[in-house]
């Protein structure tokens, strides 16, 4: 991946609750994933939530942003030295399900682990 970012003269946006879908799925460490994925090349991280499908958890953009993805992204984002920002995506189709405080506060909880990042801090002084 950081080969094609390089090449193509763009960005790369993990998507860490797909991350998350699959380590769940599949039965590894999420966090190990990320030590292993060259994260120079990252300028925004997206995160969502998802749900419980015929025994997997599905990358629905439905729900509530899971407690593991926040930690995912408090571990990641540090390590992201181009990061320009954090992206929640409900889908439109779900977004009647979750209310409107309920996104407010999937996004005041990315703000504030933005805010406490050292990138953030390195971004806001540029």
């Known amino acids: ?20 879908c ?6 590894f460490d999420a966090f190990a994933a990320i030590d292993r994925i060259t994260l120079d090349e990252v300028i925004e991280i997206h995160v969502a939530g998802g749900r419980w499908e015929d025994g997997y958890w599905m990358d629905t953009y439905d729900g509530r942003v899971p407690a593991l993805v926040w930690e995912l ?18 889908l439109n189709y779900y977004e009647t399900k979750m209310t409107a405080d309920a996104i407010a506060g999937e996004l005041t909880r990315a703000g504030q682990i933005w805010r406490r990042s050292d990138r953030a801090s390195d971004a806001m002084q540029e």
Do not use: S
């Open 73 to 90: 992204l408090e571990y990641t984002l540090p390590r992201c030295p181009n990061i320009a920002g954090i992206v929640f995506e409900p």
């Open 22 to 27: 699959n380590a769940v799925n599949h039965g």
């Open 1 to 20: 991946m950081a080969a094609i970012t390089r090449r193509g003269n763009c960005g790369q946006l993990p998507d860490l609750h797909n991350l998350y």
